[in-house]
């Protein structure tokens, strides 16, 4: 059974929800089954990198709070993202445009190693306060899960997987998503945000029973798949 997953890289929510749903997929007894497919999304698609800004003054100056109330969300997070194991120093995080991450996340995608990518990917961003948008970096980070440095280099010298990208930001409004992380389930049950474990095994548990069904059906119209010495 597939489950999609539309996520930004830096979105501190994400990062907190795709632990939570690995939670919930670890004590799924068909965990086996299920394949996982990240999308992609960009919460602030105009963002101009500029690792000189700090990630405080930047949510103050673009949402219009007070730089004391980004401080305190962006402490609320954290605490959020220790609660699951998660540690976030977004002090050090670097204004960075996520197209280019994106674009790496795809190229890891080809080669089996999506999850991968976006796991090294928020990491570098909310714990390392790593630049997302530099290609040095991606390569590091690319080389450290399997991939080849020249071929990240070169795939983000051109533009390369960015109809990819923009086609996951395009199916994302067609299904009417305004928000990240989003969870899809066997293309029919959502999950919006970084919900709690028990939220995501309910959902795990709803959507694989109805995907098995289907299958059975589909099994039965279709007639046994026999083997070579007889057996079905």
């Known amino acids: 059974m597939k489950v999609e997953i539309w996520s930004d890289v830096m ?59 980004a401080q305190q969300m962006n402490n609320h997070v954290t605490e959020m993202a220790a609660e699951v194991g998660l540690t976030y120093h977004m002090d050090n995080a670097v204004v960075a445009n996520s197209f280019n991450a994106h674009r790496f996340s795809h190229l890891a995608k080809k080669h089996g190693l999506g999850d991968a990518a976006e796991e090294a990917l928020f990491k570098a961003y909310f714990t390392d306060g790593k630049n997302i948008d530099d ?44 928000g990240v992380p989003f969870f899809v389930m066997n293309s029919k049950y959502a999950v919006s945000g970084a919900q709690a474990v028990p939220v995501f095994t309910q959902t795990l548990e709803k959507a694989f029973g109805e995907w098995h069904d289907e299958r059975q059906i589909t099994n039965v119209a279709e007639g046994p798949t026999c083997g070579p010495d007889g057996d079905c």
């Open 135 to 178: 290609t040095d970096t991606l390569a590091e980070l690319g080389t450290a899960i399997g991939l080849d440095a020249a071929e990240i280099k070169q795939v983000l010298a051109a533009d390369t997987y960015a109809d990819e990208v923009k086609h996951d930001i395009a199916e994302a409004q067609y299904l009417g998503i305004k």
């Open 11 to 69: 979105c501190p929510f994400c990062y907190i929800g795709k632990r939570r749903f690995e939670d919930a997929l670890q004590q799924f007894a068909h965990k086996g089954k299920v394949e996982i497919e990240w999308k992609s999304f960009q919460l602030n698609p105009d963002m101009v990198t500029d690792p000189s800004v700090n990630i405080n003054q930047y949510l103050a100056d673009a949402k219009g709070w007070t730089l004391d109330y």
